[in-house]
């Protein structure tokens, strides 16, 4: 089982920055790719980035490329998002999640990933 606790969520303006942590209970370079998801109210859970187990390989959503940036620090336990020029449609809860994997597996896919953390909101103000 794995443990994963979300934090650096806030209230910024557009534009803004904001770097988000999720901190895990077991060395995530030991088996786990990790992503990054969120949810609007009212809305369906999106993927917003992945990154491998070794840290090699990323992937985005169209929607936050160019300004979001993922990365992760193993002898940490934990992963980053950060969130450069942030606009009111990034307002969302932010989740963390795991899956075990390769070295150098990703994926986007929401049912693919079986650890969640609890979320944390993001809330951009115009």
């Known amino acids: 089982q794995v443990q994963l606790v979300e934090s650096g969520g806030g209230l910024v303006q557009a534009g803004d920055s904001l770097r988000l942590s999720c901190a895990a209970s077991v060395r995530t370079s030991s088996g786990y790719a990790m992503g990054w998801f969120r949810q609007a109210p009212g809305k369906e859970r999106e993927f917003v980035s992945t990154i491998s187990r070794s840290g090699d390989i990323t992937r985005y959503a169209d929607s936050v490329k160019g300004r979001f940036t993922i990365s992760r620090d193993n002898a940490k336990n934990t992963v980053y998002l950060q969130m450069n020029s942030l606009k009111p449609e990034d307002t969302a809860v932010y989740y963390c999640?795991?899956?075990?994997?390769?070295?150098?597996?990703?994926?986007?896919?929401?049912?693919?990933?079986?650890?969640w953390g609890q979320g944390t909101q993001v809330t951009v103000s115009s």
């Open positions: 999640a795991a899956r075990a994997a390769g070295s150098w597996s990703i994926s986007i896919r929401r049912s693919e990933y079986p650890y």
